[in-house]
């Protein structure tokens, strides 16, 4: 007689509660409807949280939800953490608006003894560096420095054909030396297509209580999510994701390509082009059109994008990661 395992039940049963159509249909219809009022509350703070964190999903315009995988899967569904097959690490760095810069670093391996569970380690920074400060007259009053920053940790497990994940992040964020800290969750499901090159994704991003500054609270950006991901021929990917922020009342749609002009996923050597668009009623933290690259040599990769910004100038952003 086999003896029953109550934590794999469980995880079993939430696996398969997520994924009946009383609850994945619901989600969905949460995201995809763009008009529908769902918070009294005017807007969300905190747009650092908005920002890319992988350049691969930067340049298909943060369509990342169903496509994004191991360690750069943290800012965009933590289910992705658990295709990780080895240990990675990430960094990223970004030209941001208006002179700031955006930097991310991440970890991921797993855990020993755990069957199977991956944990991921991130840390992501928004430096401002040096504002100029101005008094009533408009005379110059000296300078101020600001930044936002989150540390995460992250952890996935594959259950079959359903990844499960989700990420804990304590952020600060400070303004001439006065501080804010708060803290969110994200939580991720993926799920691969039997017969089909295609799967999507569910996540849920930004959930906490917001970010308290003195006696006032600012509000996360809180999102849900949904994505497709479809290989139509081989080294040919499209991305569809639409993401619903729920205290901005607004859906961002983003849709992303990627071609392999030579090597693929098991390949140790390649070169892929990428390309995007999004809409959002010029709302988002990026421009609409986005473009990039990628380089594969051994077991490691480097991805540039790039979005013109208009009038306010456009963003750069580097990723360089490694399989260990």
């Given at each position: 007689m086999k003896n029953k395992n109550p934590q794999h039940d469980a995880a079993n049963r939430a696996v398969y509660l997520l994924s009946r159509p009383w609850v994945f249909a619901p989600m969905l219809l949460l995201v995809l409807i763009p008009s529908a009022k769902l918070s009294q509350a005017l807007e969300s703070g905190a747009e650092f949280l908005r920002i890319d964190t992988?350049?691969?999903?930067?340049a298909m315009s943060s369509a990342g939800a169903a496509s994004a995988t191991g360690i750069s899967a943290l800012n965009y569904n933590p289910a992705g953490l658990a295709s990780m097959v080895k240990g990675e690490a990430a960094l990223s760095h970004s030209a941001w608006y208006l002179g700031s810069s955006h930097d991310f670093a991440g970890a991921g391996f797993t855990l020993p003894g755990s069957q199977g569970w991956k944990m991921g380690l991130s840390f992501t920074r928004l430096s401002s560096g040096d504002i100029e400060g101005r008094s009533a007259n408009r005379g110059r009053s000296g300078g101020y420095a600001a930044y936002d920053q989150a540390a995460g940790l992250a952890l996935a497990r594959q259950y079959g054909a359903y990844s499960l994940g989700g990420a804990f992040k304590y952020i600060e964020s400070s303004i001439a030396g006065i501080k804010g800290r708060g803290y969110a969750v994200d939580l991720g499901l993926k799920r691969g297509l039997k017969g089909v090159?295609?799967?999507?994704?569910l996540s849920v991003q930004n959930l906490g209580p917001g970010i308290t500054y003195l006696s006032q609270r600012e509000k996360l950006p809180l999102s849900v999510n949904a994505g497709i991901s479809f290989m139509p021929a081989p080294g040919f990917m499209l991305n569809f994701d639409a993401k619903r922020y729920v205290y901005d009342k607004y859906t961002a749609y983003?849709?992303?390509?990627?071609y392999a002009l030579f090597g693929g996923p098991g390949s140790i050597y390649g070169?892929?082009?990428?390309?995007?668009?999004?809409?959002?009623?010029?709302?988002?933290?990026?421009g609409a059109l986005s473009a990039g690259a990628g380089v594969k040599v051994l077991n490691a990769e480097l991805d540039y994008a790039m979005s013109p910004g208009g009038a306010i100038g456009g963003t750069q952003r580097i990723t360089l990661k490694k399989k260990f």
């Open positions: 992988d350049a691969r999903a930067g090159p295609a799967s999507f994704g983003s849709v992303g390509t990627e070169l892929t082009l990428r390309g995007g668009v999004n809409g959002a009623g010029g709302m988002g933290a990026a």
